[in-house]
């Protein structure tokens, strides 16, 4: 039997195969953060194709820190039955799942939160909405840590087999740790111990939170590819050594920051039309010549996060890393397996056109997905449309 369908341990967290449903933000829950019945069934379709792991959409830890208008919000108690919902769904099918906690930091607009977004530092404009973040206070700070921990406590409360700290993509705790921007100067700032440090305090409390009961992990960008050097492989490394001293139970490993360079994260086409669609006519003109510089540019790859997945992995000894970026054809997935440079294969477009791509490759009905990276997927949830597969002629199986 192929390596893809051998069991591994997240902590205590057993999973029957090596396949993770990476976070995907899914554009179905309501308006106040709420579980609705299309993300329900969304869940219980992918735990029924035998994925092994399932880490639903993004879910903001507090109000401040919500990035997405239908977003699902973990921020609240009154927020806890229909989170267990989600969760029954997906064990009834087998399924085990963990939450991704998340707060959005600069990377949303005031429309949504009701003030000017947060940030480590003001320093760093918005590049889409030209806005300046407010700096944080270390009273914020302390509280946004706890707001980490609470949410964790919803998560287990809700019935969740773990959770995962979202530390990638431009995100707050991506922006404490990378020097483009965290320019801050007092004890969350101005060495790599000291932007660690925000990341380090929010492991510390969720993992006392949970108690060894529940698996706790991060995800990592292994590279900002920000204008000037935020995070590269190098500072990854460094992060991840010091993440696997912490005892997380598994490191996912990812690249990009959504502000900066989008594309990165999730490479591909870039659908710049579908991408224009949703912007208010008068702010068409510019995204257009914006979108129109970046095609060509993020070519798809196959597996494109793996040479920072050969730097990362020797450092982290036996911490389990799951890879997400490209994976498509299960010989190539194997063979990243076999050879040790990861433990775990992580997708997200492809689960959005075959729910059922897990079973369906366990049975040799198929060998590659077949998901072709078009992002129309990216550019529909960017517009506050649910996600599916959106290649024309194409329907989404059920
Ligand atoms: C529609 C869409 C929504 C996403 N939402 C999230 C999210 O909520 N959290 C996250 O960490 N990554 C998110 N991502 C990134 C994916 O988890 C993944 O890292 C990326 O798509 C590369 O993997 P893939 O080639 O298998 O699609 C999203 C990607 C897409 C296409």
Redesign the pocket.
């Known amino acids: 039997m192929s390596v893809l369908f051998s069991p591994i341990s997240l902590g205590t967290l057993q999973i029957p195969n090596r396949f993770v449903h990476?976070?995907?933000?899914?554009?179905m829950a309501t308006e106040t953060g709420e579980v609705t019945e299309a993300l329900v069934k969304r869940y219980r379709t992918l735990a029924k194709g035998e994925v092994g792991l399932i880490?639903?959409?993004?879910m903001h830890v507090n109000h401040l820190g919500r990035g997405?208008k239908f977003?699902m919000g973990i921020h609240s108690d009154d927020r806890i039955p229909g989170l267990a919902g989600l969760v029954e769904a997906i064990h009834e099918r087998g399924g085990k799942v963990i939450f991704?906690l998340?707060h959005a930091g600069m990377q949303t607009i005031k429309d949504l939160v009701g003030q000017s977004p947060v940030a480590p530092s003001s320093a760093v404009r918005n590049p889409v909405s030209f806005a300046k973040p407010r700096e944080m206070t270390e009273e914020e700070i302390e509280q946004t840590v706890a707001a980490f921990a609470a949410a964790a406590g919803r998560a287990a409360e809700a019935g969740a087999d773990g959770i995962?700290i979202?530390a990638?993509?431009g995100?707050l705790v991506n922006e404490f740790l990378s020097p483009f921007f965290n320019r801050r100067k007092d004890g969350w700032g101005g060495s790599d111990v000291n932007r660690f440090r925000f990341l380090k305090e929010i492991v510390e409390i969720v993992r006392r939170q949970l108690n060894g009961e529940k698996a706790v992990l991060v995800?990592l960008s292994s590279n900002d590819h920000t204008p000037t050097n935020g995070i590269t492989p190098f500072l990854a490394g460094v992060y991840a050594k010091w993440l696997a001293d912490l005892g997380i139970d598994g490191l996912?490993l990812?690249?990009?920051s959504s502000l900066f360079s989008f594309m990165n994260?999730?490479?591909?086409d870039v659908p710049a039309k579908e991408m224009i669609a949703g912007l208010p006519f008068w702010k068409r003109p510019v995204a257009k010549l914006v979108f129109r510089k970046l095609v060509g540019k993020y070519d798809?790859t196959e597996g494109?996060?793996l040479e920072a997945a050969k730097i990362l992995k020797p450092l982290i000894g036996k911490t389990p890393l799951l890879l997400?970026?490209?994976?498509?054809s299960a010989a190539y997935m194997a063979e990243i397996l076999e050879k040790g440079y990861a433990d775990g294969i992580?997708?997200?477009?492809?689960?959005?056109r075959e729910p059922l791509l897990v079973k369906r490759l366990r049975e040799g009905k198929t060998e590659v997905?077949s998901?072709v990276?078009c992002?129309k997927?990216?550019a529909?949830?960017?517009n506050d449309r649910p996600?599916r597969c959106y290649v024309k002629g194409f329907s989404t199986e059920l």
């Open positions: 990476s976070a995907t933000y899914e554009a880490i639903p959409g993004c997405w977003g991704q998340y995962q979202h990638a993509h995100y995800k996912e990812s690249c990009g994260m999730c490479r591909g798809f494109y996060n997400v970026g490209g994976m498509r992580s997708m997200s477009r492809p689960f959005v997905a998901c990276s992002n997927c990216l529909a949830v960017a996600l």
